[in-house]
């Protein structure tokens, strides 16, 4: 699979877009009665949706590339509705937006360590594997391509606290 791929590509961007600096939060609207009603039950949905795609992605068309922009919009969505100071901490972003690369690189090390190619499966390992490998690409990309919606790199914690004002 090639979701991997772009997780890389997407990591690449990310921090290039973090190099420019902190996000600049959007000014703050309230979220109106049907636009908190609609998150209430779209994220869900889309959260479920995502599972099966991922589910299904392992024998048919589908997969962590697909399960990941539904995650993603589900976050697009959550930054829609909230208020600007919690959209995203630092660390859980940076954890989740290198962990699909992580266990790709882990999982496929292991592999080798068992005398196999590299990404040469068991067959009684393999399903396991490749679901886990995935599942960890989707939460990558589903954290990654959110955080490039919002630009910029995260406050740090504290740092949020204060303005530019005072």
């Known amino acids: 699979c090639g979701s991997w ?36 039950v779209l994220v869900p949905v889309l959260i479920v949706v995502a599972g099966y795609l991922l589910w299904v992605g392992a024998q048919a ?5 697909q399960a990941g922009a539904l995650l993603a919009a589900a976050g697009v969505v959550l930054a829609l509705t909230s208020e600007p100071s919690g959209r995203l901490c630092l660390w859980p972003v940076r954890a989740l937006s290198v962990l699909g690369l992580i266990v790709f690189i882990g999982v496929g090390v292991a592999v080798m360590g068992t005398g196999a ?43 949020g606290d204060h303005t530019e004002d005072g």
């Not at 068309?61 to 590339?65: C, N, Q, S, V």
């Open 61 to 65: 068309p589908g997969g962590a590339f």
């Open 117 to 159: 190619n590299l990404l040469e499966y068991p067959p009684t390992w393999a399903k396991a594997l490749i679901l886990g490998v995935e599942a960890a690409v989707m939460l990558s990309i589903g954290t990654i391509l959110p955080a490039l919606y919002l630009g910029g790199e995260p406050p740090r914690p504290g740092a």
């Open 5 to 40: 791929r772009a997780v890389g590509v997407l990591l690449v961007a990310l921090i290039g877009v973090w190099s420019i600096g902190s996000a600049s939060p959007p000014p703050a609207l309230p979220a109106g009665e049907v636009q908190r009603a609609l998150t209430a």
